[in-house]
């Protein structure tokens, strides 16, 4: 296996681990984001937290594998995104703190105003996360500045840490935002339609469908944008090469997201899965009654969203825009042969592993969380 | 610069001690709860079962904040120290990506299984799940102590200047690495005796109340013998670092021990000084002869290289460093017509580290002056004050708590309601294994200055080009957030601690029962 064959394998599986992320954290960010609105009591509200207080934490692991695999594959993205994005990385860490008091401490005093405080400290911790990582990611379209030093250090252009913040809100990338707060909330009100009965399962119902239809509209406003946009190529770029960012030349070209769709029309499959799965996830959710076929279609839907992007920005993962040439691509920011190889090998050993009980235990956590059973057996639940 | 250095290094011990105040709990927690509820399997006696919820709520209050404060370790690298990120990334970010893959997603999968799923399974079902948050707890522990190991004694690695960065040559000396290996031990050890201390003061508190007295007595045992069988191993293990120490590390040991001049053998050991950097002397010093070689060396003739003949040594690498530093930057101009440079410089490439040290005082290495060096060379040693004292401090604090799990496991079915001297004790030494953890990792980070990879890498070339502006924000609103955490993590601690198993609900356990 030759260093351009890992590479590859490696933006997969970093992309994997984004999608990974994005349907399982995505749920039971969506459930929380809805509870306080589905549940209208706190039993009802109990319902809803403990239809995912068993698999929260292990789920926001593929945040922090994520995290790791970016440094371990990509040690230039990681060190140049998470430097760069200062102050926006600082507000998804400190929303992201809020989940794990919220759906631990919730129930361990019981009283209605200690509770509701933390229904709406879960409501925060699970609506803003999603909203800044697709701000985050429609930025990656639009560069962010930034360029390296003969000695390969990172140097900002932002004029000033709070300008670079403030620059990162554009409209394309507060849409991004948008469309991530909706596929994850109509994920999460799905998954909440799956696991609960009656009035609150309508509730559910409704929710996920008008998420469900907005994700489709500000997609395909997406498209429109990416359509209009400087795109970046990149040239001499040697897959087999070092990963020295600066030796391959950039040029920028209106419509340039686009390019590899024009090149391999097959690509432009990808966003019309996303979209095909999107919509019958809301037919099946709402006109048919299938909450768990409605599941796995807006989980598709969700990986399409996330390769329709990864296909576009193809081979670039992070551009500048103040330097085109530090733009870092999948080809020239990753890691040693070697340790890509090393990684490749941990990630086929324990990825089946984690999948196997990750599965497991929501086999035996599976059924309807109703009202009455939570009333009947209080203790058993948080 | 200096004060962005160090803004980044004060965030980042301050993320980390936090930390680490819920980690060492967690590790050591867990194997207790593991303990109690293989004696619920075993003897099917419900009182175990008890014991393992009640327990297990504290550890799940602890549990939440460990996992919060833990997300920022992992995203810390790379805002705060990307060129630390992008230098060793390719061999440090690995063990953190496996730890994630073999042990977070573990121990966070059955961590919510531990929880909520006692309805739902068998008895036996349920202890595997609780055995394997420990494991999980364990292997996260190894792999952020194979990457810190790494940073103490970074084996199985050789520079790259195309990609101007150091690149993974062997992952099993990573792995392996004997120092990583010792201090994975000492600290998951360490977290033993902090869950020991945890339970056993607690109980010990219930059992000086009259309260529960079944219940705490059970739990004062196990946790006296776990604690017992840990505190050995700590120390067991923390002489075996020391050991790595002296070898791998002599500017640390050199340090810790204050010793200025190179001894003779058979070193004294200096049993309380006062190290004075700006003189280079101790003030004072008390020493015990013969025991400096014997508890270093485990013999009588080792020697303590001292401070002095260090910064020797090390102000010629330095001047080596430099030289290899000014052809590795005419390389950089034009890496692509310069490829021919390459096997040199990938062959004279060990003392670029110490060349890296004289960018603190000058961007042009080449111009440096012999004041520079003079200084760099001194810069190599960390200030050795602070270094004598948490480093005996944490000795001092891992024998008392020897001695103390000793008493109480000796006395622990003889009549322990009635040691009330002993049960106080307990309650007096409940912050000892915090302080000592805290002094660890101290003499660890602090003792490896100046460098955040040893002998390879500065700490001041390691940090972010972020103003002291955003280091200053971001500061206030860890230590905001992290205390409002912990302010809520301590009441609810001691609101259910206060309570005891009463909190189960169960009426074996009420108020009533508390002057039984």
């Known amino acids: ?382 | 610069m200096d004060h962005l250095i160090a803004l980044s290094r004060l965030q980042f011990a301050v993320t980390a001690m936090y930390h680490f105040i819920f980690v060492p709990l967690t590790l050591g927690l867990a194997w207790l709860l593991v303990i109690m509820e293989g004696c619920y399997v075993a003897t099917g006696k419900e009182i175990y079962k008890d014991m393992t919820k009640f327990w297990g709520k504290l550890f799940g209050i602890n549990f939440a904040i460990g996992v919060t404060t833990g997300l920022t370790m992992e995203f810390q690298f790379g805002t705060n120290w990307a060129y630390y990120s992008h230098y060793v990334g390719d061999i440090f970010g690995t063990p953190l990506a496996i730890e994630g893959l073999m042990a977070f997603f573990l121990e966070s999968t059955f961590v919510g299984m531990f929880f909520l799923s006692w309805e739902r399974v068998s008895k036996k079902q349920h202890l595997l799940f609780t055995t394997l948050v420990a494991i999980g707890s364990n292997f996260s522990a190894l792999w952020i102590l194979v990457a810190n190991g790494w940073m103490q004694n970074p084996l199985g690695t050789t520079f790259n200047p195309v990609t101007m960065r150091m690149e993974l040559s062997n992952f099993w000396s990573v792995l392996f690495n004997p120092v990583a290996q010792a201090k994975f031990l000492h600290t998951v050890t360490a977290g033993y005796v902090t869950g020991s201390i945890f339970v056993l003061t607690i109980s010990a508190y219930y059992i000086l109340k009259r309260k529960n007295l079944e219940f705490a007595k059970r739990s004062f045992k196990i946790a006296a013998l776990f604690g017992l069988c840990a505190s050995i191993a700590v120390i067991f293990m923390g002489d075996k670092s020391g050991l790595y120490v002296y070898n791998a590390q002599p500017t640390k040991l050199a340090a810790i021990e204050g010793v200025w001049n190179t001894t003779d053998a058979p070193a004294p050991w200096s049993l309380l000084a006062w190290p004075d950097n700006s003189t280079h002397t101790n003030l004072f010093s008390v020493n015990v002869p013969y025991l400096g070689s014997l508890i270093l060396t485990h013999g009588l003739h080792g020697t303590i290289t001292g401070i002095n003949q260090l910064e020797e040594a090390n102000k010629l690498r330095i001047i080596n460093g430099q030289k290899e530093l000014v052809k590795l930057q005419e390389y950089r101009k034009d890496p692509r017509n310069n490829a021919a440079m390459v096997p040199e410089i990938e062959q004279n490439s060990d003392d670029i580290g110490y060349g890296l040290l004289l960018k603190q005082y000058t961007t042009n290495v080449a111009t440096a002056t012999p004041a520079m060096v003079d200084e760099a060379a001194r810069s190599t040693v960390p200030n050795p004050l602070p270094l004598y004292y948490t480093f005996r401090a944490m000795v001092f604090l891992g024998i008392s708590m020897f001695l103390l799990f000793a008493f109480s496991a000796y006395f622990a079915d003889k009549g322990i309601e009635n040691r009330t001297k002993l049960l106080k004790s307990a309650l007096v030494l409940f912050p000892a294994p915090w302080i000592s953890c805290w002094c660890g990792w101290f003499v660890a980070e602090y003792g490896r200055q100046p460098w955040t990879i040893y002998g390879i890498l500065p700490t001041h070339q390691s940090a972010s080009s972020l103003t002291a502006g955003d280091i200053i924000f971001s500061l206030f609103g860890f230590v905001f957030l992290y205390t409002v955490l912990l302010v809520v993590e301590l009441y609810l601690m001691t609101k259910y601690a206060k309570e005891g198993p009463a909190v189960l609900g169960k009426k074996e356990y009420t108020v009533e029962n508390m002057g039984a």
Not at chain 1, 148 to 161: C, G, I, K, N, Q
Request: net charge neutral.
């Open chain 1, 1 to 382: 296996m030759n260093y351009e064959v890992l590479r590859f394998i490696w933006w997969v599986l970093v992309g994997v681990l984004l999608i990974g992320f994005a349907i399982m954290d995505g749920h039971d960010m969506g459930v929380g984001t809805l509870s306080p609105f589905v549940g209208k009591t706190d039993l009802e509200r109990r319902a809803a937290i403990n239809s995912v207080a068993p698999h929260w934490d292990g789920n926001q692991v593929w945040f922090i594998t994520a995290g790791g695999a970016v440094f371990a594959a990509w040690p230039l993205v990681y060190a140049a995104s998470f430097s760069m994005l200062y102050i926006a990385i600082l507000a998804v860490l400190w929303t992201i703190f809020l989940r794990a008091p919220a759906f631990e401490y919730r129930a361990k005093i019981d009283n209605p105003k200690w509770k509701s405080t933390w229904d709406w400290v879960l409501f925060v911790g699970s609506a803003v996360p999603p909203i800044l990582f697709g701000v985050a990611f429609g930025n990656l379209f639009l560069g962010i500045p930034f360029h390296y030093d003969d000695t390969m250090r990172l140097v900002s252009d932002a004029s000033s840490p709070v300008a670079g913040f403030l620059a990162l809100l554009s409209p394309f990338s507060i849409l991004c935002g948008l469309v991530a707060f909706c596929m994850i909330t109509a994920h999460g009100g799905i998954y909440l339609t799956l696991r609960t009965e009656g009035e609150m399962q309508e509730r559910a119902r409704k929710y996920a469908a008008v998420f469900s239809l907005l994700t489709i509209v500000l997609f395909a406003i997406g498209g429109v944008f990416i359509a209009h946009m400087n795109g970046y190529v990149a040239t001499q770029l040697d897959p087999n090469g070092a990963s020295d960012p600066m030796l391959k030349t950039v040029s920028l070209i209106h419509g340039g997201w686009l390019t590899n769709y024009e090149h391999y029309p097959v690509t432009l499959l990808i966003p019309v899965v996303a979209f095909g799965a999107l919509f019958l996830s809301a037919m099946t959710n709402f006109a048919l009654k299938k909450s768990g076929l409605a599941f796995i279609f807006s989980g598709i839907g969700i990986a399409g969203i996330i390769l329709t992007a990864g296909v576009s920005l193809f081979p670039f993962v992070l551009p500048s825009s103040s330097s085109p040439v530090s733009s870092l691509t999948m080809w020239d920011a990753t890691s040693s042969e070697y340790t890509l190889a090393a990684m490749l090998i941990a990630a086929v050993i324990f990825t089946p592993i984690v999948l196997t009980y990750t599965s497991w235990v929501y086999k035996i956590m599976r059924g309807k969380l109703t009202t009455a059973k939570i009333k009947e057996n209080s203790q058993a639940y948080y």
